[in-house]
């Protein structure tokens, strides 16, 4: 015979059970296929083919050695990691503040606007790749940084955009009202109440172009020769290496995006509201 | 953190985002060839670096190879210098290719078919032939004892070879015959070469023929003992290495993989024979030169460098492919190019030989060409639609092609006068 209060302890194991296999299944979603590809990277060609797999490798460092020899792969990171930066500060320095503008102004084509903000996405970069590559070889943008920098930041443009609009949203507007009383004008109002508060939220639509900037390889292998970014260097390279070559290469392009988030983590917790500090 | 932060971004704004081409004059080797990577460094390391200048050599895929050329081209100066890629894709643009006829080989004899094939219709010499491949079959070795009674593997018949799978098939408990359809798959290739040669001595005159109709029935049952998961494989090296599959056809290249890491497990072989003989076709990449290159003389000294005999046989060690001059090889070869070395020769010097070239004259249209083949093949085989009603139906859309692009007749088929019949 159960009482109501048994009932509730019963739930209670059940919610925290729930709880515990919950996690367990994320954190496996997100962990067993790097365990993979860095146990994999790690083997060497033979145990790669084998299979059932030795649930320890057997710390082969034969194919990571491959890459730090490879040709240009240092140079294509840096070039990689220059871009990746360049795509985040312009695109929230474009983006943030027509976020700001969409959620506190009214204006006429205020909703055309959104629409068409994401239009850019609408069109696959294999077509918009020639047009653009033949202008910027006429500018003399062509295989430089900022070129394809710019490139990468309409490509994330509409996300940087929404996400700002949503989060200054959020923010109520007497806040600054408030702000204003008391003798700021808008710009320090902007600077002093709302920016700390969207700071967490910025960072994160900030790691958001990153992270397109880092996987974009069309555009990157058109428009840059000398200054190949490493996807566009690695990917092209890797889609008919044997497979050994293709996890170790697979590490490469992950692990320096897995570091920069590793580093950014305490914003991107911020904005979930789960404090990190 | 946040100091992390800030010296980052000071670096990146004081490193020059502008900076175009900064470093010494090297020449752009824009290349569709020699691709993965290990065969992109032995291309650097060992090919390219016996050249006089500093070579820049960046393999690609196609969409980005061809959208970079045609932008360079559209914008009147571009930075590639030299370009690679194989006979199909050079069709299209020879228009934008400088005549390499006054370059000076010095004594290396080439290859006179390829050397005509690389005029590309014209009077003038769009690319030199560069380097050649083929397809062949490949085994381990654990296959050969469900071999059928009384056949040779170096001397197959299509018969024997749906026998052996099926024999494998029975015994293993799984299929393991494997063949390329994945997206990435050169199945296209296999029927045109291979398939159609073997069964109607053609490739476009009697693609809809009655031996066209039993050529795609013995195909189908092949198919019924060929290992499922085909449809999703481009490079059966991969396949023969993990024992997916025990016996495959693909692109010496892209079997290379398996006879170099463990070559006392896997043999070539010829492909199959049919009725009207042994198809195989035989595939040629060249060099070429874009009317933008900048460093015409430093370009043109590069591609002469490429067909010198020297070269040659260090890129055959590179890359798998044959050399397209005449040469000597060496003794120490790799296990790849010792073993499918041995089944080309078995294949090309059999008694009967058909060989199919690849399509001359198509341009641009080449890519819907081999989209014929790849049409008749998922509605025939994977579709299970009737045979005769999909080969009378491709057959219009080839006969519009060859029309359209007024090509005529290579081998098998017979020379024509104005574009190939499609009968």
């Known amino acids: ?277 | 953190m946040k100091p992390f932060l800030k010296t980052t971004l000071a670096a990146l704004f004081t490193a020059g985002l502008w900076s175009g081409s900064t470093s010494a004059q090297e020449l752009l080797f824009w290349s569709k060839q020699a691709k993965p990577v290990e065969e992109a460094q032995a291309m650097r390391d060992k090919v390219l670096s016996g050249f006089e200048g500093d070579v820049d050599f960046q393999p690609n895929d196609s969409g980005p190879w061809l959208t970079r050329l045609q932008a360079e081209t559209a914008a009147g100066s571009g930075k590639i210098a030299v370009l690679g890629a194989l006979h199909g894709d050079f069709t299209t643009i020879a228009d934008d290719l400088v005549d390499l006829s006054d370059i000076d080989l010095g004594d290396t004899a080439m290859n006179a078919t390829f050397m005509a094939l690389g005029m590309l219709g014209t009077d003038e010499q769009k690319y030199l032939p560069w380097m050649q491949a083929t397809y062949v079959m490949a085994a381990n070795k654990k296959a050969l004892e469900h071999l059928p009674e009384g056949a040779d593997v170096m001397a197959l018949s299509y018969d024997q070879l749906i026998a052996w799978s099926k024999t494998m098939a029975e015994k293993t408990g799984s299929p393991k015959f494997g063949f390329p359809a994945g997206p990435k798959g050169l199945k296209h290739r296999f029927f045109q070469g291979y398939l159609y040669p073997s069964y109607t001595n053609s490739m476009v005159t009697k693609f809809a023929s009655a031996e066209a109709e039993t050529a795609w029935t013995v195909f189908k049952d092949l198919w019924a003992v060929t290992n499922p998961g085909s449809t999703g494989y481009s490079a059966m090296q991969e396949q023969l290495l993990s024992e997916e599959v025990w016996v495959a056809f693909d692109h010496t290249a892209r079997l290379a993989g398996a006879f170099n890491e463990r070559p006392d497990d896997f043999i070539a072989f010829p492909a199959p024979a049919g009725p009207t003989g042994r198809g195989f076709m035989p595939v040629v990449a060249g060099v070429a030169i874009p009317k933008t290159a900048p460093d015409m003389e430093g370009a043109k000294a590069l591609v002469a460098y490429m067909t010198n005999p020297s070269t040659q046989i260090e890129t055959l060690k590179a890359t798998s492919f044959f050399p397209v001059v005449d040469v000597e090889l060496p003794a120490d070869m790799p296990p790849a190019v010792q073993t499918s070395g041995a089944a080309i020769a078995a294949m090309s010097g059999a008694a009967d030989a058909n060989p199919g070239l690849l399509p001359v004259g198509l341009g641009d249209l080449g890519g819907q060409f081999n989209q014929v083949y790849v049409d008749a093949f998922e509605r025939i085989v994977l579709g299970g639609e009737d045979v005769r009603a999909v080969l009378d139906n491709q057959a219009e859309e080839l006969r519009r092609i060859m029309n359209e692009a007024n090509a005529p007749c290579w081998a098998p088929d017979a020379a024509s006068e104005g574009p190939c019949p499609v009968e």
């Open chain 1, 1 to 277: 015979m159960s009482t109501a209060g048994g009932r509730v302890a019963g739930n209670d194991r059940l919610a925290h059970w729930v709880f515990i296999a919950t996690t367990v299944v994320l954190c496996g979603w997100v962990l067993v296929p790097i365990w993979l590809l860095i146990s994999n990277t790690l083997s060497t060609a033979s145990e790669v083919n084998s299979f059932p797999k030795p649930v320890v490798p057997s710390l082969n460092t034969e194919n990571i050695q491959f890459f730090l020899t490879f040709h240009g792969a240092g140079n294509a990171l840096w070039n990689s990691i220059q871009v990746a930066f360049a795509t985040m500060i312009m695109a929230i320095s474009v983006g943030a503040p027509a976020g700001y503008a969409l959620s506190r102004f009214d204006f006429r084509g205020k909703n055309a606007f959104r629409v068409l903000v994401l239009m850019t996405r609408a069109f696959p970069l294999p077509l918009l790749a020639l047009p653009m590559a033949i202008l910027f070889i006429r500018v003399g943008l062509d295989d430089t940084v900022i070129g394809l920098a710019i490139v990468h930041t309409t490509l994330a443009l509409p996300f940087a955009v929404l996400i700002t609009f949503s989060l200054f949203s959020g923010i109520p507007i007497e806040l600054e009202e408030a702000a204003w009383t008391l003798g700021c004008n808008r710009l320090q109002a902007f600077r002093k109440v709302i920016l700390p508060l969207v700071l967490p939220g910025l960072a994160a639509s900030a790691i958001f172009a990153f992270v397109i900037s880092w996987n974009e390889v069309f555009a990157a292998a058109v428009l840059t020769i000398e200054h190949r970014t490493l996807p566009a260097f690695l990917l092209q390279s890797l889609d008919d290496a044997p497979l050994h070559l293709k996890f170790a290469g697979g590490t490469m392009l992950v692990l320096p995006a897995l570091i920069f988030i590793f580093l950014v983590r305490k914003y991107l917790f911020a904005m979930w509201g789960i404090a990190n500090r």
